[in-house]
């Protein structure tokens, strides 16, 4: 078996088929298909069960409700592929194939982990925006198959800290005996990044492969207020994980440039008093561990990561962060007031002018059309004149005078001599005709 796909699900019930099915019409037919129901209490079950009947690349592995680590986990203890991929129960894979051509590219360079593009989807399934922090190409060195230390304090960087959208070489995950911790969130950080720390070659396939759904409100990141510090409980385990291998020393500035990143995030994340109290406290006792002033400078994400995080603390406490948010989002809800009548005054003005424009052609367009009016009148009184017996009698009656004034005309223009032998010639070639 070259590939073990491994989607774990937990009520999923209104995305799954859509991953599973992402899966089962992939052009590259090598591979299993691991579905872990994490105890689900809806029709998710039911749906992937089915599934399975019908496909006999799928199997199910049903277990209590442990969170998607544990699931993960499951999988991998059963998967037998010579490469491992993760998708989420509400993501699917962009194209029929995005596995063959991540295969080709991760048998060609022979690497640990390869790396990929993700882009958001909808709800609805409608398409959004590419997520660039999936992967960073700018942070990648000139040749797309890389060591963990050529990249330096970037390398938590290169790549989005979640498991989908990369390719994992199975011997070398369960050599380095990696496993994603027990918890409820953030899981997926310490298994990623100590993956990445510990890779011989990172490859990188320079194509979107998976689609990311967002705007879930019952997704895990929705979950923060019920657990604020599970991230700094990841932080440990994470630490853990490199000091067991001998890689914390060689991999601490890196590891510390991406906390400070989450610190950062998770201050601005958590919405619930109870939950902002408890990051504020942690936040302010471990802002003196993620001090690494000699690359700052040198690192923006680091940098503007660092700045934000000074700038909650300087705050004389969680209460007065608090009420800096608070302003800070009355104001921003006050400019969005004025932004919306300023645009609503806009839209009116802008309604207005189009229906004065819209008036103004109604007009010109009847205008036209009475100015075409009239000259087809014009036209018609033109035929009949033509037609008249009181036309053909005025130019019979006038005909002298016409050949009259056109003699002089020619004489005057040029010459006697041209005006006889033009005469003569007429006169002929009338009677020739005749």
Not at 325 to 348: F, G, P, Q, S, T
């Amino acid at each position: 078996m070259k590939l073990s796909v491994i989607i774990p699900a937990f009520n999923a019930a209104q995305w799954i088929k859509d991953a599973v099915d992402s899966v089962l019409v992939q052009d590259f037919r090598d591979f299993e298909l691991i579905v872990v129901d994490d105890g689900s209490t809806d029709e998710t079950l039911a749906i992937i069960d089915r599934i399975a009947a019908s496909d006999g690349r799928v199997s199910v592995i049903h277990q209590r409700n442990a969170g998607p680590g544990v699931a993960r986990n499951a999988g991998l203890d059963h998967a037998s592929g010579e490469y491992v991929a993760f998708v989420d129960s509400d993501d699917k894979l962009a194209s029929p194939n995005a596995l063959s051509s991540m295969m080709q590219r991760a048998v060609e360079t022979g690497c640990d982990v390869l790396l990929a593009r993700a882009r958001k989807i909808g709800l609805r399934g409608e398409l959004g925006n590419e997520l660039d922090w999936c992967l960073r190409k700018n942070l990648i060195p000139a040749r797309d198959v890389f060591s963990p230390e050529e990249v330096g304090v970037s390398l938590f960087f290169v790549a989005g800290p979640v498991p989908w959208g990369k390719l994992y070489r199975r011997e070398f995950v369960n050599g380095e005996k990696l496993r994603f911790p027990p918890l409820p969130r953030s899981e997926d950080f310490p298994f990623v990044q100590t993956a990445m720390a510990c890779a011989g070659k990172i490859a990188v396939y320079d194509d979107i492969v998976i689609l990311h759904r967002v705007a879930r409100v019952d997704s895990l990141e929705s979950t923060k207020d019920a657990t604020p510090l599970i991230f700094a409980e990841a932080e440990s385990i994470f630490a853990k994980m490199l000091g067991e291998r001998g890689l914390w020393e060689k991999f601490a500035l890196a590891a510390k440039a991406r906390a400070m990143l989450r610190l950062a995030y998770n201050l601005t994340a958590v919405q619930s008093f109870d939950g902002i109290r408890k990051v504020f406290a942690f936040a302010y006792e471990e802002r003196k561990n993620l001090c690494i002033d000699d690359v700052a400078d040198s690192f923006r994400d680091y940098a503007l990561a660092k700045r934000n995080v000074d700038g909650i603390l300087a705050h004389e406490s969680a209460e007065a962060w608090m009420y800096a948010r608070m302003v800070a989002a009355e104001k921003n809800l006050r400019a969005k007031v004025v932004e919306l009548r300023r645009y609503d005054r806009d839209h009116k003005a802008l309604a207005a002018l189009k229906a004065a424009q819209d008036a103004s052609l109604v007009q010109s367009q009847r205008e036209v059309s009475r100015l075409k009016q009239k000259v087809m009148s014009l036209e018609e009184k033109s035929l009949a004149l033509e037609c008249s017996e009181a036309y053909r009698v005025g130019m019979a009656v006038t005909w002298p005078a016409r050949r009259a004034w056109g003699g002089v005309k020619c004489l005057r223009e040029n010459g006697l001599k041209y005006t006889i032998e033009h005469a003569i010639g007429k006169v002929f070639s009338r009677r020739g005709r005749q």
